[in-house]
C-alpha cells in the first residue's frame, strides 16, 4: 500500500492506494502556502493504522510542494515522488516542452493507457477541463485546456450584473425556461457538447481507428450522461496512474 496524493488548484484528494485501486480518501481544500494545518489534520487521520510502502504526490500546485513533502517526510519518513515527465512512464511526448505537462495530465495518461489500452484520449474535468491524446505507439500528442464548470460560472457571474451563482445540477433540457436553467444548460449541457465536440475533432486530427475515450474529474458522473460520443467515466484514474506511476518508479 502506498500514499498517493493529487493537488489540484482546488482540492487535494489524499488516498491510500492498494493494487491501484483507493481503499481509503480524504478531499479537502487546497491551501497554496506553507499555512496548510489542515492538510497535517487530514494526512494524520488517512494514514493513521496504515503500513506503508512509499508516497506519490501529483501537484499541479507548486507552491504547496515543500509543505506536503515535509509533511510526509515528518508523518511517515518517507520522501515522496513527484510526478514529472522526467519520470518513468512508459510514453514519450511530441509536447514541444514535456516539463510543462501537468502531473495530473501525466497520472492520466498513464493510468488510461494501463489500464484501457491506446491510442487513447483522457479527459479532465475539474477547475480546468483537459484534453490529452496517446497515440496508438505510445506518443503523448498533447491536448487542449479549457476553463471548467465552476470557474466558467464565476467568470459568469462575475462579469453580468444580473447573474447570480447557482447550483451546478444538470437539466434535461436544452432549453431553459428559467435564468437558473438558462445557466445549467449553459454551464453543463454545453459543456457536455463541448466534449462531444473536441472528442469528435481530436479523433479526427490523431486519424487512428478505435480510439477510446476517457473522462475523469470530480464532474464527471454529472457531465457524461449528456455526452453522445462514447465514453468510459473512470473517477479514480488519476489514483490508478499514481499508483503504476510508483511501481514504475
Known amino acids: 500500500m502506498?500514499?498517493?496524493?493529487?493537488?489540484?488548484?482546488?482540492?487535494?484528494?489524499?488516498?491510500?492506494?492498494?493494487?491501484?485501486?483507493?481503499?481509503?480518501?480524504?478531499?479537502?481544500?487546497?491551501?497554496k502556502d506553507e499555512t496548510d494545518v489542515c492538510g497535517s489534520e487530514n494526512f494524520r487521520r488517512i494514514i493513521n493504522g496504515y503500513d506503508l510502502e512509499g508516497v506519490i504526490i501529483s501537484s499541479?500546485?507548486?507552491?504547496?510542494?515543500?509543505?506536503?513533502?515535509?509533511?510526509?517526510?515528518?508523518l511517515l519518513r518517507?520522501?515522496?515522488?513527484?510526478?514529472?515527465s522526467k519520470l518513468n512512464t512508459g510514453l514519450t511526448y511530441k509536447h514541444k516542452n514535456p516539463?510543462?505537462?501537468?502531473?495530473?495530465?501525466?497520472?492520466?495518461?498513464?493510468g488510461a493507457v494501463k489500464?484501457?489500452?491506446?491510442?487513447?484520449?483522457?479527459?479532465?474535468?475539474?477547475?480546468?477541463?483537459?484534453?490529452?491524446?496517446?497515440?496508438?505507439?505510445?506518443?503523448?500528442?498533447?491536448?487542449?485546456?479549457?476553463?471548467?464548470?465552476h470557474i466558467s460560472m464565476k467568470a459568469l457571474v462575475s462579469a453580468a450584473s444580473q447573474l447570480g451563482e447557482i447550483n451546478l445540477i444538470p437539466t434535461n433540457n436544452a432549453i431553459?425556461?428559467?435564468?437558473?436553467?438558462?445557466?445549467?444548460?449553459?454551464?453543463?449541457?454545453?459543456?457536455?457538447a463541448m466534449i462531444d465536440g473536441m472528442l469528435e475533432r481530436i479523433k479526427e486530427e490523431m486519424g487512428e481507428e478505435n480510439v477510446i475515450a476517457v473522462?475523469?474529474?470530480?464532474?464527471?458522473?454529472?457531465?457524461?450522461?449528456?455526452?453522445?460520443?462514447e465514453i468510459i467515466c473512470d473517477e479514480n484514474l488519476l489514483m490508478y496512474g499514481l499508483y503504476e506511476l510508483y511501481i514504475m518508479n
Open 78 to 84: 518517507k520522501e515522496p515522488i513527484f510526478v514529472s
Open 215 to 229: 473522462v475523469t474529474g470530480g464532474r464527471s458522473r454529472q457531465i457524461i450522461p449528456m455526452c453522445k460520443q
Open 99 to 110: 516539463e510543462k505537462i501537468g502531473a495530473d495530465i501525466i497520472c492520466g495518461a498513464v
Open 115 to 149: 489500464k484501457y489500452g491506446y491510442p487513447v484520449i483522457i479527459v479532465d474535468i475539474g477547475t480546468a477541463t483537459t484534453f490529452f491524446a496517446v497515440s496508438g505507439s505510445g506518443v503523448c500528442l498533447g491536448g487542449a485546456i479549457a476553463p471548467g464548470p
Open 176 to 192: 431553459g425556461t428559467s435564468t437558473e436553467e438558462c445557466m445549467k444548460i449553459g454551464l453543463l449541457t454545453a459543456h457536455a
Open 2 to 31: 502506498i500514499l498517493g496524493i493529487d493537488v489540484g488548484n482546488t482540492d487535494t484528494v489524499a488516498a491510500i492506494i492498494e493494487n491501484g485501486k483507493p481503499v481509503r480518501q480524504v478531499r479537502y481544500r487546497t491551501v
Open 60 to 74: 499541479v500546485v507548486p507552491e504547496a510542494n515543500s509543505r506536503i513533502a515535509a509533511l510526509c517526510f515528518e
